[in-house]
């Protein structure tokens, strides 16, 4: 098996738990909802809930679990957090001190797991409409940028708000405004659309994350609020500790994409 | 000024703070939303916080107060919640100790305060298609039953699903799940339609809490998940102090009802 594509979720975390999965999970268990993670000590874990309440658009929660418990009850109750992700980043204050395939020895008592939506799904949904996805097109990494906008403080954690921009023709945005709407949980809407000026973004071919994409003639850019959002706000407050998902690879629910649309 | 419907939400806080509106808020500074009040210690906000996310139906949280923090940054800076409600209930280990019109002496360093979405707001959506609620007709309470579902659990927060009843027009169903369903942050899609019995329910005639409204020949009865919902699963885990609003006192916020609609 050399993709795990038609895997379900439970064999598709299987291969990663046994270290036989290790690259990014991009198209892995198709059709199945996929989740950054950030796992940070209880006493931050309110602040940080609030945080995501407080910034929807960039921090969807999709599952958080209790203190100590590694497995998500309601994105996949038969996981779990410290084996079943390829790649894990251990922050320390606020540094990247480390990169694991296993977290079995971080997780204390006190850890909390937070599952929070990534954009694969709305891009499916968008593919699904005939409205193709550069980063796709081009097999890079989308291309995100930190923008002059400023998430809503909660506590400790403040900072501004990344966005990924994809660009389409001008007969596709609206029909892409209203494909993401349905889907709050995994982002939703768009955040801005057009002029990258307005939102603080000096040169589309500079993103601070990810590749540079091409924009081409007559295309409009349309920027979304970017899961890199609550690591980037996390990591600023400085943490003990904090753990994430390496980059581009995710945790793999038992939850549909479908199940997110609201209408 | 006899009623307070033309009020700006700012001038009918201030006729509440002085104490000249003791009465429910029903039609209070119409068109901007209405909100359950929760209050409880840090120790427990976490939890409790966890518990509206994973109940989103029942609990959707409007707005969340920093501990110590009476102003609700998002939902009206210049108000405060221990005086801006014409109504207080004080819970001690989760039997009903007191009433009041202003809890200044209660708002400890520690608490936290919750607003939480209320059925107004669908309701108002609901008029403006041109379908009638029953209990507004009727000039009375929702009725509200407890069901046979649990709540997905958090810690020590723990119960039943509580529901209020809206009979309709058959004609009339499909429009008012589309319509509720743009308002997720206020209790959003129906949770059941039709026969009662397949949600606990033995007669429509003795609700658990509100008042019974007549089901006319050839009306189908449509549940939504509500508000009291949070209340009562707090209550049942028994915490030293909980604060709410006494029913139908609600705190007005500065939030048009429309700012809801996600689509």
Chains 1, 2 share one sequence.
């Not at 996390?234 to 690879?249: D, F, K, L, W």
Request: proline share 8%.
């Amino acid at each position: 098996m050399t993709t795990l594509a038609e895997a379900t979720p439970t064999e598709a975390r299987k291969r990663i738990r046994e270290g036989k999965w290790t690259k990014p999970t991009s198209g892995v268990s198709s059709g199945f909802t996929q989740a950054n993670l950030v796992v940070l000590p209880k006493e931050s874990a309110f602040e940080f809930l609030l945080f995501c309440h407080r910034n929807p658009k960039a921090c969807p929660v999709l599952d958080v679990t209790e203190p100590g418990v590694f497995a998500p009850a309601a994105a996949a109750p038969d996981a779990d957090l410290r084996t079943d992700i390829p790649g894990y980043r251990i922050y320390r204050n606020g540094v990247l001190d480390d990169e694991r395939i296993d977290i079995m020895d971080l997780w204390w008592d006190d850890m909390v797991g937070f599952l929070i939506g990534c954009s694969f799904t709305f891009e499916q949904a968008l593919i699904r409409n005939d409205i193709p996805i550069r980063n796709i097109e081009e097999q890079c990494n989308v291309p995100m940028y930190i923008t002059n906008r400023r998430c809503v403080q909660a506590g400790k954690f403040d900072g501004p708000l990344v966005v990924s921009m994809r660009p389409m023709q001008e007969k596709d945005v609206v029909r892409a405004v209203q494909v993401t709407s349905r889907f709050p949980s995994v982002h939703g809407s768009p955040v801005h659309i057009g002029n990258p000026d307005s939102i603080g973004i000096r040169d589309l071919d500079k993103p601070d994350f990810g590749d540079k994409v091409p924009v081409k003639e007559g295309e409009v850019p349309v920027f979304w609020a970017c899961g890199v959002t609550p690591q980037a706000v996390a990591m600023n407050s400085r943490p003990e500790i904090m753990i994430t998902h390496a980059p581009g690879h995710m945790f793999i629910t038992d939850l549909k994409d479908e199940q997110f649309s609201v209408l």
